[in-house]
């Protein structure tokens, strides 16, 4: 049976099943509203009635036409440094406690849209994606996955340039440009057999550049449900990108940094994957 997954089909929620997509306003008879963010508001009522709901003949789409699973969150958290590979591969010392910054929701884009480059050292990071199903305040890491609505695949796609032009650096900034938070359809955390392991992967025209496994974070993910919901309150649809592993371009000998032309193909097991092509940015 084809896994069930929540998506973005021209500015409106469907169901996606196998390579079909399903309008949930037309299927619930407007129980549900067209809206994506309004199946986050009530997710369990919803993915109670998503999975109950008969099939029907649904539509065959190009993932073109797909946005971003979660538009408009009202946080995206990040966290830096999250894989021991990736901090000793930058030649820094891995985080006691989770360094958070923001993406701010006006770079997040669809699983095949284009990455505009912004400048000759714009760089990769593949990321599994939470997205929070209801509002949290000082969970308890072993209550925290109880608030995750599911997860989903991401790029937190960097401008080095811009990220360390000063000191400090600008994480937000370099991380935020229109197209650098490209994030696909959301799978419900309990279609995922183990969702503490997931195989993740990063490749450049064919070529594996990352390889790793989500239980190689340094902090996973209740405990970073749990940590930033002891100092923000999470709400339905907030998005947390959980950090990247190693094999960042920026820390290459010689370095490489994304080209015009490049194909990006991001993938985590038992998700839907993205695909985004690098196209030439604004002069």
């Not at 998506?7 to 390579?19: A, C, M």
């Not at 490209?182 to 490749?203: S, Y």
């Not at 190693?246 to 998700?271: D, K, M, N, Q």
Request: aromatic share 6%; charged share 20%; with cysteine.
């Amino acid at each position: 049976m084809s896994p069930l997954r929540i998506g973005n089909l021209d500015g409106r929620l469907v169901r996606i099943v196998g390579d079909r997509a399903h309008d949930v306003a037309a299927d619930s008879e407007g129980r549900f509203g067209p809206d994506p963010m309004s199946a986050y508001a009530h997710w369990e009522t919803f993915l109670a009635w998503a999975r109950g709901a008969p099939p029907g003949a649904g539509e065959a789409f190009p993932a073109e036409r797909m946005g971003p699973s979660v538009p408009r969150p009202g946080a995206v958290y990040a966290i830096g440094l999250n894989y021991r590979d990736h901090a000793e591969e930058a030649g820094l010392d891995v985080p006691s406690s989770p360094m958070v910054f923001t993406k701010f929701r006006s770079c997040l884009a669809g699983p095949a849209a284009a990455v505009p480059l912004s400048s000759e050292r714009v760089d990769w990071e593949a990321e599994l994606v939470v997205v929070i199903g209801r509002p949290a305040t000082a969970v308890p890491v072993p209550e925290a996955l109880a608030v995750v609505a599911g997860y989903c695949v991401g790029q937190d796609v960097s401008d080095r340039r811009l990220q360390f032009k000063d000191k400090p650096p600008q994480f937000s900034l370099g991380k935020s440009l229109p197209g650098f938070g490209p994030i696909g359809p959301v799978t419900p955390l309990a279609d995922l057999a183990d969702p503490l392991d997931l195989a993740i992967t990063c490749e450049l025209d064919g070529e594996r550049v990352q390889q790793s496994r989500t239980s190689q974070m340094v902090f996973s993910v209740p405990e970073l449900v749990s940590f930033l919901s002891r100092h923000a309150t999470l709400e339905p649809g907030d998005l947390i990108f959980t950090g990247t592993p190693g094999g960042v371009g920026s820390v290459r000998t010689p370095r490489r940094y994304l080209a015009v032309g490049e194909e990006i193909v991001t993938s985590i097991e038992g998700l839907a994957p993205l695909c985004n092509r690098c196209v030439a940015g604004a002069a």
